[in-house]
């Protein structure tokens, strides 16, 4: 049962994938990252202005800030 567990921990490990968000990244926005995660991903947002409205985040996902990035809700 124990191997089995660090089997599928390990398996799942290695499909999680980082999703980088900023000026200069794969994703421009915060939103496309989050469409384009899975369970287990990381979502890196790097230092800019967000202004997104609301963000729904409804997967498990590591959602990180990197150099202090802010997110502007628009009054949203």
Known sequence: MRLLFIFFLCTFSLQAQKLEVGANKPYRTIKQALNASNDGD????HKGIYKEGNIRIDKKIVFLGKDFPVLDGQKK
């Open 42 to 45: 990381t979502v890196l947002v």
